[in-house]
């Protein structure tokens, strides 16, 4: 049994980078108010009983978002595995288990009948109008999943029509999607695939809440979306890195396998380097479990943690926010304190989550499946990596010196205030 590594150095200097030139039609934000706009636990399993603080973003100690490089993509599988039939959840202890929640309530429907839209999402968290004949020639997000979704970019388009986002599509060289070959997966569960409207989820779901959260954060990114043979942690890890190959701006991953019952050992050197990418900010989701999940726990990532997030028009926000109850928190078996996170109750390992937005689906976040058979309504931590990679893609002040979670850090003070948050229990057991 392999020994659970040590953590990694995330304080080396990074190398220089290049500053690419700020789309024509970019959403013009500075850094600051773009990556740190939002209602997070900054100091996530360490917060004051009372409190915790707002939106994060990261490269491990300091990366620098670079510029994009275009690539010729991989060939596509021949047997892709369809994502529809593939569950959310995991059914061992070395796969990985996508954090998109289904509001139960609210069956599918031919149009939105609940669930934030972009522009409620831009005005929660502050973000600009998306201008009105922009062009989504910007900044590329890649986007890791498992399994092949045949539906994500038709999916993508009825989203982007639906509330009036520039279209994003493969014919005007918006959107990409990677099918990485392998081994077949394990048959589905016995009963075989979620039925449509029914309280499971699948990949497909988990595809098309992180396309479409990541197209209300910035509107006039392009999108790379790399679908991994399986959701073994191996096969996600190989999907970062080709991800990472593409030179993005931004990666998010809404997955994870828990660092606990044993696991520890499963995630290896080879899946830790994974997320060591300096110039480009990864992002993931710090899962549904009230526990600590990996990558969430790499000092290399923004752990996004979960907030349930009403509209409320005494404040002057327009907007409150408290924590969400199922939201992944507490302190890291594998890593050590990273010296760039601080105030947080973690003293021998890494306090996840940094940063926190929209998970509960009450009210969630309205969302087109082909494979629930129309809009739904989704949450989960999974909302906010896709969400947090695009305010990072977004950000037009590219001369930045850092960005993601050690600039949130050190600029904590202008973070909103997240009611609710509680101290989180160490070795991953609930904080909240």
């Known amino acids: 049994m392999k020994q659970a590594p040590t953590a990694p150095d995330v304080t080396r200097p990074l190398p220089p980078f290049d500053r690419p030139a700020p789309a024509q039609d ?7 108010k773009a990556l740190l706009a939002a209602a997070a636990l900054a100091v996530a399993a360490g917060c004051a009983a009372s409190s915790g603080v707002s939106l994060a973003p990261h490269s491990g100690g300091g990366g620098r978002i670079s510029n994009n490089i275009a690539r010729a993509l991989p060939a596509v599988s021949p047997t892709p595995v369809p994502a529809e039939n593939q569950s959310c959840d995991d059914g061992d202890a070395k796969d990985a288990s996508c954090g998109v929640q289904k509001n139960p309530k609210l069956p599918p429907s031919k149009t939105p009948v609940g669930g934030l839209t972009p522009a409620q999402l831009r005005s929660a968290y502050n973000l600009t109008p998306t201008a ?6 910007g900044p590329l997000i890649a986007i890791v999943d498992a399994f092949e979704d045949k539906h994500a970019e038709d ?53 098309a809440l992180d396309l479409a959260m990541a197209s209300a954060a910035c509107p006039t990114c392009r999108l790379t979306l790399v679908e991994s043979a ?9 999907a970062v890195n080709v991800a990472a190959g593409y030179n993005p701006a931004a990666i998010s991953n809404s997955w994870g396998v828990l660092e606990g019952g044993g696991n520890a050992p499963n995630i290896d050197p080879g899946a830790q380097a994974a997320f060591n990418h300096p110039g480009i900010a990864i992002t993931a989701s710090a899962g549904d479990l009230g526990q600590v999940e990996f990558p969430a726990s790499s000092p290399y990532v923004t752990s996004v943690g979960g907030t349930t997030l009403t509209q409320d028009g005494t404040t002057a926000r327009g907007w409150t926010e408290t924590s969400w109850a199922n939201t992944g928190a507490g302190c890291s078996i594998m890593f050590a304190v990273p010296a ?13 989550p940094d940063v926190s937005v929209i998970a509960d689906y009450n009210p969630g976040i309205a969302v087109y499946s082909s494979a629930e058979k129309g809009w739904v309504v989704l949450g989960g931590t999974s909302a906010g990596a896709p969400f947090v990679a695009g305010l990072y893609a977004a950000a037009n002040d590219y001369g930045a010196a850092t960005v993601g979670a050690p600039s949130l850090y050190a600029n904590a003070s202008q973070l909103n205030v997240l009611g609710g948050a509680t101290l989180g229990s160490p070795n991953g057991l609930a904080g909240f």
């Open 26 to 32: 970019a959403p013009r934000i500075t850094p600051l």
């Open 132 to 137: 009105s004949g922009a062009v989504p020639n």
């Open 155 to 207: 999916d993508l388009a009825t989203y982007r029509s639906q509330f009036g986002l520039p279209a994003c599509t493969s014919k005007n060289g918006c959107f990409t999607k990677v099918v990485l070959t392998g081994p077949p997966p394990p048959p589905p569960p016995p009963g075989g695939p979620a039925a449509a409207g029914s309280a499971a989820t699948t990949w497909a779901d988990e595809i």
């Open 230 to 238: 399986g959701q073994d942690l191996d096969s996600l890890a190989n």
């Open 340 to 352: 760039w996170q601080n105030g947080s109750a973690c003293t021998t390992g890494r306090a996840v």
